[in-house]
């Protein structure tokens, strides 16, 4: 019997999780065990989760300094509970700030065990001295971005592979990447608002969104708009679109989310994942955020040369970024009518997508390349024991 500890702390983490184990039980049958931290998607898949991952859903520098006593205790029962089962590997999946304190304890307590990261930290963006500090506890990293080997490389992290995205697979998507490139707008052109999936995005963005919404109508008399959000999320941004002149529809299911894209001749939207969903729907985007009062007092943390996931993926500023300050309505505005008629900034973008198309494309799902490394791992790991 194998047993393989997981650990992860997100929604995100947890769909990524479940596919893993499919193809781990593909790979390994009968004789699979699980252990771990899951969420609902991975219980679905026979994991007895130790505890609800809800409890570690925390965003925000503020939020996880609030609650890191509860954290705390929480990192170490887990950390005695998966030393305690002597799985034959662990699996940590995204949500450094915990789970990569549960693979310190363990690679301590028992050095024999192989430790995998899924989805590793972002080190390109913040904090590169991280790759480097991971090497004595991770003994591989599975990417979910195809720049990321090379850069765990350059800052002397563990080995990494990239596996490809769980957003190529995405079955809403892959009727808009099987079409080509919108290059020319429609007419009236249709924009997409994507104010956040997090209540304090919401809060910080939407009315600034809203006030360039209302220019570019200005600016565009026929222009309208849609608004995707989480069905959690809708009462609120109704309430807030209500004092709108004019206001756009809003949509929460993932069908019509992805009708709302599939329509859009450019996205006003927060930075983050959604991003490369929007690149890779080849939709032209401007990106605004705002950090907590908290995380903006440490903005120096971040490093890198941006934000933005299509920018990494292509090596250069193909979308605009605008941050605190610079989120400014009138600014935004024509930002985005530069990007709803035929111009240069919009063929651009739309060009840079296509090169984002070819390098997150990949062959097989990412859980079934992700297994094929993991079952790798344990192997070689088996063999230097049998060695020493």
Not at 221 to 244: F, Y
Not at 296 to 307: E, I, K, M, N
Not at 361 to 383: F, H, K, L, T
């Amino acid at each position: 019997m194998t047993k393989i500890a997981f650990i992860t702390g997100e929604p995100s983490g947890d769909r990524i999780g479940a596919d893993l184990i499919r193809h781990l039980k593909i790979r390994l049958g009968d004789d699979l065990e699980l252990f771990g931290l899951g969420g609902e998607a991975m219980r679905a898949e026979g994991l007895d989760s130790l505890f609800d991952i809800d409890e570690l859903s925390i965003i925000g520098v503020g939020a996880i300094l609030a609650r890191l006593p509860q954290l705390m205790r929480r990192v170490s029962s887990t950390a005695k509970a998966v030393i305690e089962a002597e799985p034959d590997l662990l699996v940590v999946i995204d949500s450094p700030t915990f789970s990569h304190r549960i693979a310190k304890r363990l690679r301590a307590a028992r050095p024999h065990i192989p430790i995998v990261n899924y989805v590793p930290p972002t080190v390109w963006a913040w904090r590169e001295g991280r790759a480097a500090k991971m090497r004595p506890y991770i003994d591989h990293a599975i990417c979910t971005f195809p720049f990321e080997p090379a850069v765990y490389e350059r800052l002397n992290g563990p080995p990494a592979t990239y596996v490809g995205h769980p957003i190529v697979k995405e079955p809403h998507l892959r009727p808009l990447l099987a079409r080509d490139l919108k290059e020319k707008p429609a007419s009236p052109p249709e924009l997409l608002i994507l104010p956040g999936s997090r209540r304090g995005e919401i809060s910080r963005l939407l009315s600034d969104f809203g006030a360039t919404f209302e220019r570019l109508r200005e600016m565009e008399p026929g222009l309208e708009a849609t608004i995707a959000t989480l069905p959690r999320h809708r009462a609120r941004i109704e309430t807030e679109v209500a004092i709108w002149r004019h206001r756009p529809a809003i949509v929460t299911g993932e069908a019509e989310k992805w009708a709302a894209f599939a329509r859009a001749d450019a996205a006003l939207a927060a930075s983050g994942t959604v991003s490369l969903e929007l690149a890779l729907a080849g939709v032209p985007m401007a990106l605004a955020y705002k950090l907590d009062a908290v995380g903006y007092r440490f903005r120096h943390l971040v490093t890198a040369w941006t934000t933005a996931l299509p920018n990494f993926i292509v090596g250069h500023p193909l979308v605009a970024e605008h941050f605190h300050e610079t989120v400014r309505p009138e600014h935004l505005a024509r930002r985005i009518q530069r990007l709803i008629t035929d111009t240069p900034e919009r063929r651009a973008q739309i060009e840079g997508f296509r090169t984002i198309r070819e390098r997150m494309a990949i062959d097989r799902s990412p859980g079934e390349a992700a297994a094929e490394i993991i079952v790798e791992v344990m192997g070689e790991r088996a063999e230097s024991r049998l060695a020493d």
